[in-house]
Nanobody, 121 residues
Framework: QVQLVESGGGLVHTGGSQRLSCTASGGAFSRYGMGWFRQSPGKEREFVAAFTWTGSRTYYADSVKGRFAISRDTAKNTVYLQMNSLKPEDTAVYYC??????????????WGQGTQVTVSS
C-alpha cells in the first residue's frame, strides 16, 4: 500500500512561485507513474501534470503549460510540482497521485490528502 503525503501549500501573491512536494512510502517509488491534480470549490478535480513511471514522458494541462513543472527525486521518494507565474485561478487543493508502472495520466490508484494553495490577487 503506497502512502502519499503532500506539503508546500500556502498563500502566495499573483505572479509568485510555490513548490509542492509529495513524498511516497510503502512502494518501489521508481516504478510508479506520478501525477498532480487540483480541485477548486464547486469544481471537479482536474489534471495538472504527470510523468510516466519510466520518467520518459511528462504531461501538462494546457492551463499550466509553460508555468508549472513536474519532477522527481527517486533518492528521496519525492515528486515535486514547481509552480511559477501563479494566478488566482490556480487556487485549489492540490493532490498527488500514483499508479504502479503507469504511462498515462487519467487513472490513478493512490492519492494523497491534498495541500491547499491560495493565490491572492
Amino acid at each position: 500500500q503506497v502512502q502519499l503525503v503532500e506539503s508546500g501549500g500556502g498563500l502566495v501573491h499573483t505572479g509568485g512561485s510555490q513548490r509542492l512536494s509529495c513524498t511516497a512510502s510503502g512502494g518501489a517509488f521508481s516504478r510508479y507513474g506520478m501525477g498532480w491534480f487540483r480541485q477548486s470549490p464547486g469544481k471537479e478535480r482536474e489534471f495538472v501534470a504527470a510523468f510516466t513511471w519510466t520518467g520518459s514522458r511528462t504531461y501538462y494541462a494546457d492551463s499550466v503549460k509553460g508555468r508549472f513543472a513536474i519532477s522527481r527525486d527517486t533518492a528521496k521518494n519525492t515528486v515535486y510540482l514547481q509552480m511559477n507565474s501563479l494566478k488566482p485561478e490556480d487556487t485549489a487543493v492540490y493532490y498527488c497521485a500514483a499508479r504502479y508502472q503507469y504511462s498515462g495520466y487519467t487513472d490513478y490508484e493512490y492519492w494523497g490528502q491534498g495541500t491547499q494553495v491560495t493565490v491572492s490577487s
